[in-house]
């Protein structure tokens, strides 16, 4: 009698102990198999703009730039959808960064913002620098204060097509900015140009080849 219990209680610790093998073993494989791969570097959203480098071109003055040095005020007119480039998504026809404006530093600048664009609401702000643009823009704020247009995220609210605004804000911070719209999925398909503040009152237009 002492010898069957004996075989008993030794089966059921081999069974246990098998029982325990193998459920070690499907739990390696199952964590074997939900390990995701090596996550690989961050990559921008499909069809996100990475920002560019400012164009080293030659400052140039347009006519839609006016700079007054005795008055210490920059005025630019300012076309959202100038041109049909970039799916009219564009300032002046620029975009993706092929465009560097710069103002003094200390200047009052006004921009005089028209949507060209025949079916798309349209906005325009000064913002900070970017790596890559965000799809969306959550309560976005100027670096200048009132350098932002109306509603500049809501596509029913901001620049209508033929339709125009006014933006007044002194450029009181030297640094390199962006000037982009906030319309969701704008910026971030290359609705943006670059923005400088300059210590030395140099004060321009530089652009690059798209």
Known sequence: MKIGIAALIGTAVALGACGGGNNASNTADTTAAAAPPAAAPAAAPAG???AAPAPQGPMSMPAWMKVDKAKKTVSL?????????????????????NATITVPQGYKVTIKFTNDDPSLAHSIGVDSAYTTFPATFTNP??????????????PTKATQPTKSGTVTFTADKAGSYTLNCFIPGHAMSGMWIHFDVSSDGKAGVQTSAS
């Not at 009219?88 to 620029?94: E, L, P, Q």
Request: proline share 8%; no cysteine; charged share 15%.
């Open 48 to 50: 996100s703009t990475a």
């Open 77 to 97: 007119d300012i076309h959202a959808g100038k041109t049909p480039d970039n799916n009219h998504w564009n300032f002046n026809g620029y975009y993706k960064g």
């Open 141 to 154: 704020q100027p670096i200048f204060s009132g350098a932002i247009s109306a509603d500049p995220t809501d």
